[in-house]
């Protein structure tokens, strides 16, 4: 079966220019999740939906990071404003429980980077 | 905070030598914790877990067993592929989230 899947998988953005990233989650699941990981480091909580409830934002670098997902399925994240330090790869996760005990399924993330 | 400290790499072994990759967690409550693997060119995918005390997970012959007197989760495995070469991530839930490690990097060399 289809498993997350994101899109774009590569974006280089200049300085200044705002990036919209798509997680498109696995059918039915109910959470989430997306994460930052800088080169060489584990992934990093952003932010968390169940269903379109945005429930966990603590993770948000700065209000430049925005994230939705208006009917509980596709989810975007927008930068605004990029920055230097805003290079990364951006994972997207659906999970079929709020539970963290389930397993969070990962999709192959959007590297980004900024010039 | 919450953290999850984990060996450093890379760690290089020969193909069927016994691997330990080492990990810790801060200990606030009892959370769940994994093991995520990432090959080469791939996306992160769950290894194994364990969600209590004593619980062992185990998967494609890894083995980690969830240790709250010492609150570590040691991943294993008693003989070793070139194909198990990827970068492996221990992890613990918080809330609905999951907090990682640094990751460690594999080499397993025929």
């Known amino acids: 079966g289809a498993g997350v899947s994101q899109s774009p998988r590569y974006k280089v953005a200049k300085r200044g220019q705002d990036v919209a990233l798509r997680c498109d989650p696995i059918?039915?699941?109910?959470?989430l999740f997306w994460y930052q990981q800088a080169l060489g480091q584990g992934p990093e909580f952003l932010t968390y939906f169940q269903n379109e409830a945005q429930l966990d934002k603590s993770g948000l670098p700065s209000d430049r990071f925005f994230a939705e997902r208006p009917e509980g399925s596709v989810s975007t994240l927008k930068i605004q404003r990029t920055q230097q330090e805003d290079s990364a790869v951006y994972l997207c996760?659906?999970?079929?429980?709020?539970?963290?005990?389930?397993?969070?399924?990962f999709g192959p993330g959007t590297r980004l980077t900024v010039t | 905070g919450d953290s999850v400290t984990q060996m450093e790499g890379p760690v290089t072994l020969s193909e069927e030598a016994f691997l330990t990759i080492n990990c810790t967690y801060t200990?606030?409550?009892?959370?769940?914790l994994f093991w995520y693997v990432q090959y080469p060119g791939e996306g992160l995918q769950l290894l194994l877990k364990a969600t209590k005390a004593d619980d062992k997970g185990s998967n494609k012959g890894f083995e980690a067993t969830y240790r709250k007197e010492t609150t570590s989760f040691h991943l294993e495995k008693g003989s070793v592929q070139v194909s198990d070469s990827a970068v492996y991530f221990c992890?613990?839930?918080?809330?609905?989230?999951?907090?990682f490690g640094a990751g460690t990097i594999l080499r397993v060399k025929s």
């Open positions: 200990a606030t409550g009892y959370p769940s």
């Open positions: 996760a659906s999970s079929s429980s709020p539970d963290n005990s389930y397993e969070q399924y």
């Open positions: 059918s039915g699941h109910v959470s």
């Open positions: 992890a613990r839930g918080r809330g609905n989230k999951l907090v």
